[in-house]
């Protein structure tokens, strides 16, 4: 029995020391990312004043190089934003704000905007939904990050193929479920990577030869909004190839 006790108590302190270390790891990097986004906000204006001022005394010098500087603190910039969504949802910060939300309107928005990058890719960008979806109560900017993270990462890692969008809503007059799926023809998941797909920092492709960048966290956010909200993210292969990401949601009809 006093071996039993003192093993428990053992077991206890490594648990409140390990809630601990993760509260301390979650403080980090909220501060930091706080600290960094300071300075890099300040280099992106100066950059854009400096291009803007370039265009005017010397049209067409540096042009490349300051965009090369504005695309680069663009990127970090999201990094630094998904660090601290991240650390938020560690330290239990998420807050859902439930408002009245097109949500067919925002899906339609997302999609066109990542036309273009379709294109690039020399993908087909399909939506696929119904005339009407009611107005929902809904935090729009976690789903508006979800879907965007979905749709970017369904865009960059297919190749001349396709990706479709698929919106479907079932409910009654006052309640029901909004379902969006996000499926591509790329190159797919191994089933080891879909086990853990949603875990902080994990990589669909995490091979040192990957062409695409990413610190392995807007799934991981996207997971917890979509928790928070009441719902799932979830993913399962494509037909044939590729991947199926699904976001289900219940709501409530405004």
């Known amino acids: ?8 108590d053992a077991l206890d302190r490594a648990r409140r020391d390990a809630i601990t ?3 301390t790891k979650s403080r980090f990097l909220l501060a930091m990312s706080h600290e960094l986004r300071t300075p890099l906000n300040a280099v992106r204006g100066y950059a854009d004043l400096l291009r803007d001022e370039l265009e005017e005394l010397a049209p067409g010098r540096f042009h490349e190089e300051l965009d090369a500087i504005v695309a680069s603190t663009e990127r970090l910039a999201y ?28 899906v339609r928005a997302l999609v066109d905007e990542h036309r273009a990058l379709a294109r690039a890719q020399g993908n087909a960008l399909e939506l696929h939904a119904p ?17 965007s993270g979905l749709l970017d990462n369904a865009c960059r890692l297919t190749r001349s193929g396709r990706v479709d969008v698929q919106v479907s809503w079932r409910g009654e007059s006052l309640f029901g479920r909004l ?19 949603f875990e902080p920092f994990m990589q669909a492709d995490d091979s040192p030869t990957r062409t695409h960048e990413g610190c392995g966290l807007t799934l991981a956010i996207a997971s917890r909004f979509c928790a928070a909200m009441g ?11 590729g991947a199926r990401f699904v976001v289900e949601l219940p709501c409530a009809t405004a």
């Open 21 to 23: 270390a993760n509260e």
């Open 131 to 147: 005339d009407v979806v009611p107005s929902l109560l809904l935090d729009a900017d976690k789903l508006r990050f979800t879907l």
């Open 1 to 8: 029995a006093i071996e039993n006790a003192r093993l428990y």
């Open 179 to 197: 379902r969006i799926e996000v499926v591509d023809t790329g190159p797919g998941l191994p089933e080891r990577a879909r086990a853990r797909l």
């Open 231 to 241: 719902g799932a993210l979830t993913v399962a292969p494509g037909d044939g190839r």
């Open 79 to 106: 990094s630094f934003s998904n660090i601290l969504e991240f650390a938020r949802a560690s330290a239990g910060e998420l807050d859902v704000a439930t408002r009245e939300c097109d949500a067919l309107a925002l």
